[in-house]
DNA sequence: TAGGATGTGTTGAGTAATCCACACATCTAG
DNA sequence: CTAGATGTGTGGATTACTCAACACATCCTA
């Protein structure tokens, strides 16, 4: 992990967190360059110096956390899901900009889906279809089932502002897939 | 005015409320340069582009708020006192960290005679002792008694957390003022 | 008392960000 | 339709900041 430059990275955190605030409040559609670079206190020039233009900052965006949570649970591969749904729970919570903006705009279907990409795809590790509780059902099916319940699951708490704490809605969503994988 | 560049802006204020939540936390004679840099987020070399050291740094800080006072001062000189403290803790309640430090750790006993000073300074040019209630009484002894007085208020003030609203408070002060000048 | 750790103030080279200006696109109102 | 206003992406010159290194001071402790 080379060094980067402290600039670089006040300039893109200012950046993100303009764009985000500024979903929260407007169309992503609607919101300029100019928009970005005046809520973030920087030069418009400095924002093509990062990113191409406004979808690919908020592909980045993306990307990075999409990214951040696919490593949270490679890292906690060997944990029980309740375990690794506290890790995730407690990501959530630290970047709640970004998860409930991203969850509660319209314009940002696209992030669902990509984060209901990532949940299907770790779980397909863990879910066995050849013996157990789950034999003779579609893996299809029980990945997109259970997919679909905890992204959902998820939406709910941003949208009603966390309303409990990461720990408990981590265990509980844990035994409810303990209890199914 | 010429305008300054942003980035200059952007080191200063991180210097300035670097230094201010740190004296919050300690003595500032234990505040040291890298303290202060890192808290800032910012290059050691960045303060000293600014500041000869950090006593500079806290001159400039207190020079800074105490002249915008005087400016807001003349600006509202055909004021009555009510309305003219009304701007003042207006003043104070936006820029609640410099004040609530400054008159709360005890190493800032320089800021609160600075502060004296300015208030003792402009309540002179309100008073008249050669006619009305004041004549006879010592001008001197008027600004002081005053000018202690208002300090203190604005102390406890911070000391109990801002209890009341500035509005509430700038009224009740301006009353007592506008009483006796 | 010697030496390691920590802080200070300064230097120089390199780089990111700034500012201003440009050409061009889009949109809106008269 | 045209003119003015607003946004986009890019360029070059300048500046502020960064980083690493230095010599020196102070402090603490073994």
New binding site residues.
């Given amino acids: 992990m080379t060094?980067?430059?402290?600039?670089?990275?006040?300039?893109?955190e200012a950046i993100k967190t303009a764009v985000l605030e500024l979903m929260a409040e407007k169309n992503f559609d609607d919101?300029?360059?100019?928009?970005i670079?005046d809520r973030a206190?920087?030069?418009?020039?400095?924002i093509?110096?990062?990113y191409?233009?406004?979808y690919d900052l908020l592909d980045k965006l993306i990307e990075e956390h999409i990214s951040n949570l696919r490593d949270l649970c490679h890292s906690a591969s060997d944990m029980t899901f309740q375990e690794g749904n506290y890790v995730w729970f407690e990501y959530f919570a630290d970047n709640h900009l970004f998860f409930s903006t991203m969850l509660n705009t319209k314009s940002a279907a696209y992030f669902r889906s990509r984060f209901l990409d990532l949940v299907v795809q770790e779980y397909k590790v863990e879910v066995d279809i050849t013996e157990g509780k789950n034999q003779g059902l579609s893996e299809e099916v029980l990945l997109q089932f259970f997919g679909a319940a905890v992204v959902g699951t998820v939406e709910w708490w941003f949208r009603n502002g966390m309303p409990i704490a990461p720990r408990v809605i981590a265990e509980q969503t844990g035994i409810l897939l303990d209890r199914n994988f």
């Fill in positions: 060094k980067v430059d402290r600039r670089v990275l006040k300039s893109r919101i300029t360059i100019r928009d670079s206190n920087v030069n418009r020039g400095t093509y110096l990062h191409m233009d406004k």
